[in-house]
């Protein structure tokens, strides 16, 4: 079983920038391939980013291409979404998922996800 808590959400003004962490439980987390998923009110649950085991490969989608970054520190159990240039409507609640298809999932393992809301 893998736990995944994510943190570093909060309130920020349009342009600026968060940085998400999720720290995972278990030894075998630098085996997985990692994910960012969000999710905003009214809207089904979406792919933001995702990163393999070795951070070898990135993949986002294209609403946050160029502006979003994904790393990983397997030393840590930690993977880290920054996030640049924020938007209002990047406003959700963003979720860290583990063990699935990096560019997409789908994924075995979720958190419980951290709110982040871009004001304008």
């Known amino acids: 079983q893998v736990q995944l808590v994510e943190s570093g959400g909060g309130l920020v003004q349009a342009g600026g920038s968060l940085r998400l962490s999720c720290a995972a439980s278990?030894?075998?987390?630098?085996?997985?391939?990692m994910g960012w998923f969000r999710q905003a009110p009214g809207k089904e649950r979406e792919f933001v980013g995702g990163?393999?085991?070795?951070?070898?490969?990135?993949c986002f989608s294209d609403s946050v291409k160029g502006r979003f970054t994904i790393s990983r520190d397997n030393a840590k159990n930690t993977v880290y979404l920054q996030m640049n240039s924020l938007k209002p409507e990047d406003t959700a609640v963003y979720y860290c998922?583990?063990?699935?298809?990096?560019?997409?999932?789908?994924?075995?393992?979720w958190g419980q996800g951290t709110q982040v809301s871009v004001s304008s």
């Open positions: 998922a583990a063990n699935g298809y990096y560019c997409g999932g789908p994924y075995d393992y």
């Open positions: 990163i393999t085991w070795n951070s070898g490969r990135t």
């Open positions: 278990g030894r075998i987390f630098n085996t997985y391939a």
